[in-house]
């Protein structure tokens, strides 16, 4: 076995794919592999006797099955209604002026949906949420930062980007299950989490204003919520979707700002639910546009 080798655990039925990142030696004297989850955002370690490789493997059809697809998919159709809707509405308004067919591109969307800085301890994970926001339409900015100094580097960010959605993430775990899962040190990445939260807030303490994604794998959520999250895994500890924060994102960035967007709708549009992902109330920032027939009309 070594670094970057894809592997499965046998004592847990090969249920997750996962990735060596490291190796360490343990209180046994015993080596031990340090795994990062394919489709998941957990670390996790296991003895080296326990694994398993995996052969054939890619990274985007992993994170992007079937029913990822599906949600995926409803998203750009109705993106797509939206857009077709609004156009229609927008031509009767300009007084049946007909624009050319340059115009009419530029028409094909009347409106922005909200900016997006994505902060990612995974590289490999940033960038085929990068490529899905694209996808959506979502203008998006990303920035591969390692979980521990996510918090130092985000306020630059946020002055450079001026986001109005951060997502802040990476991986996660329950270091003792057996242990506190009130007490912040029983987790992996959850207190840098929290910190980067904090910087953000100090940068802009409005949840109306800029709306925050924080956390992954078996998180603390109520501690994230409480440093200023508006949304946070995991609520019952459990695993996340690798893309679970894009795909609440999708949902706030694509809703009219106008609209305080139904907490269960925007849980329901996610792989793991509402026993991933939590949050409070948050307006969308979708904002629409005037379309150039309307200026051309004068």
Known sequence: MKIGDIVVRK??????????????????????????????????????????????????DTLIDKDVENILHKSIKKTRERNRRLNRAMQKSSNNNKPSQAQN????????????????????????????????????????????????????????????????TGHDAIVNSKGNLKDIKNYRNT?????????????????DSLVIFAGACQSNYEEIIKSGANFASSPS???????????????????R???????????????????GVGGIETRGKFRLTMPLSIYNSY
């Open 257 to 275: 700002i106008d609209k305080v967007v139904p907490l269960e709708e925007i849980l329901n549009h996610t792989v793991t639910g509402i026993k």
């Open 105 to 168: 591109q530029v028409q094909n969307s009347y409106g922005m949906p909200g900016k997006v800085l994505h902060i990612d301890g995974d590289p490999e994970y940033l960038k085929i949420c990068l490529d899905v926001y694209t996808k959506l339409g979502i203008p998006a900015v990303g920035k591969a930062i390692p979980e521990g100094l996510q918090y130092k580097e985000v306020r630059s960010l946020l002055e450079q980007h001026n986001p109005s959605i951060l997502v802040i």
């Open 191 to 207: 207190a840098n989490f929290i910190k980067t939260v904090k910087e953000a807030r100090k940068y802009d303490p409005s949840l």
């Open 11 to 60: 004592s847990y039925d090969k249920d997750i794919i996962f990735r060596i990142i490291g190796f360490e030696i343990d209180e046994n004297y015993q080596k031990i592999a340090i795994l990062k989850g394919v489709a998941f955002r957990i670390i996790a370690d296991s003895g080296i006797d326990d694994l398993e490789k995996v052969n054939s493997y890619d990274a985007k």
């Open 237 to 255: 500890r459990v695993m996340i979707h690798a893309l679970d924060p894009l795909l609440v994102v999708e949902k706030i960035a694509c809703s």
